[in-house]
């Protein structure tokens, strides 16, 4: 049982009963893709609104996301429901500058669904490889550009788009065929930068 002074004991069955000032506290000591993966697994075990509770646990500071900040074994496995529940979660198309998918070979694309129209967003990193790592992947990533490339073109078609620097899976850069739906996004973004730097493809 659990009480606030002058409150009458509490019955605490699951985690879900826990005060939202209890939850975040012990989220406070989890990187941040696993905060908000928590505070994701909170709200699918819950009759209760997210709302209140989710912000608690995930707070407003999501300038930068990257999944590198957990286990390799847990983002392997992690689909685009889980990437989009996790992007809803912390509000990314108004919050996220940074999102790098390090090690998130698992999904198609999909789950990147809640960035469409971002005016924030500077640096998206779908290498799903971490710095200084080889970026080849073997298996081969299933990650579509017929699922990703509509999404950034969401993005960089509003004016005041602040996207600035992509980088793309190995097997995208290696198409040969310069008629691609990818090598055609990519005009589009030059063309659309105009005299900013283009975009950066290693």
Not at 53 to 67: E, P, T
Not at 84 to 104: G, W
Not at 145 to 154: E, K, M, Q, R, T
Request: net charge negative.
């Amino acid at each position: 049982r659990i009480s606030a002074a002058g409150d009458s004991p509490q019955s605490i069955k699951c985690l879900t009963d826990l005060p939202s000032g209890i939850l975040a506290h012990a989220a406070s000591f989890l990187a941040d893709p696993s905060k908000a993966l928590f505070a994701v697994a909170l709200d699918g075990n819950s009759a209760v609104s997210p709302n209140e509770r989710s912000s608690a646990i995930v707070g407003n500071q999501w300038d930068i996301l990257d999944f590198g900040g957990i286990e390799e074994q847990l983002a392997a496995k992690l689909i685009d429901d889980d990437i989009e529940k996790v992007l809803q979660c912390i509000d990314a198309v108004n919050k996220v500058k940074r999102l790098k998918l390090t090690n998130c070979v698992n999904i198609i694309g999909v789950g990147l669904e809640p960035l469409r129209g971002s005016l924030i967003i500077e640096q998206i990193d779908l290498s799903l490889v971490g710095e200084h790592q080889r970026p080849s992947i073997s298996p081969e990533p299933q990650i579509s550009w017929s699922h990703v490339l509509p999404i950034l073109d969401s993005i960089i078609e509003r004016e005041g788009c602040s996207l600035m620097h992509l980088q793309f899976p190995q097997v995208w850069r290696e198409e040969p065929s310069a008629e691609s739906e990818f090598h055609a996004f990519i005009g589009r973004y030059n063309q659309m930068r105009g005299d900013r730097e283009d975009i950066s493809c290693p």
